[in-house]
């Protein structure tokens, strides 16, 4: 890339929609793979995607598993940035999601937003 | 007329085949980071998204689709790594 370029992707849909779940994972993937820095935003039953064992969990058809997809996401240096009330409301703490998953604020995901070249929203 | 074939000896090969999209992609970009800048990755793919995709990720990272061509249900493709990657 001659230029730096910054994708954000927010999700919103859960385990129960896998094929909406897995489409983000598939274009946060190829945007990593492209040398595109890229932030994915957890909100809603999206959280729950990245609480530990759930990502293994999904498949939609025709799509790579969601686990897989998650791994080189974060391999690739992909950040995970989860909605401080949402996993709140669902029970869940730090300790429950996968490594490298931050728990923020609606500050930090406008900062992300505004300092994007695109956002993505699911 | 003759026929002109490329013949070019990849330095790598990637066996994509049964991946689902993006990891053709995604694993293409693993595997070239291990390669030095000239140097040739065959990519064999049955994704058909591939296709489209292959070039798309090349043109984005600077590198370059020396070939590519279909054998049966599989697509091959050899990328060669560009200066800066």
């Known amino acids: 890339m001659s230029d730096h370029e910054k994708l954000v992707v927010m999700v919103t849909h859960g385990p129960d929609e896998p094929e909406l779940a897995t489409i983000p994972f598939a274009m946060a993937g190829a945007a990593v793979a492209s040398d595109v820095e890229v932030v994915m935003g957890f909100q809603g039953n999206g959280c729950l995607l990245v609480k530990k064992g759930v990502a293994e969990t999904v498949t939609a058809p025709e ?55 695109t956002t993505l929203v699911y | 007329m003759t026929q002109i074939q490329i013949q070019v000896q990849e330095d790598q090969t990637l066996d994509a085949r049964g991946l689902l999209c993006p990891m053709p992609i995604v694993k293409t970009a693993k595997a070239m980071k291990t390669l030095e800048p000239g140097q040739v990755l065959k990519l064999m793919s049955t994704d058909r998204g591939s296709v489209a995709d292959v070039p798309a990720w090349a043109e984005g990272t600077g590198n370059e689709v020396l070939d590519s061509h279909q054998e049966g249900d599989t697509f091959v493709f050899l990328v060669r790594k560009g200066k800066v990657a």
């Open chain 1, 63 to 117: 799509f790579a598993p969601l686990g897989g997809l998650l791994e080189s996401i974060r391999e690739l240096g992909g950040q995970l940035l989860v909605c401080s009330p949402c996993v709140k409301s669902r029970g869940l703490s730090e300790d429950d999601l996968v490594e490298g998953a931050e728990i923020v604020a609606a500050a930090r995901f406008v900062a992300e937003i505004t300092s994007a070249t």
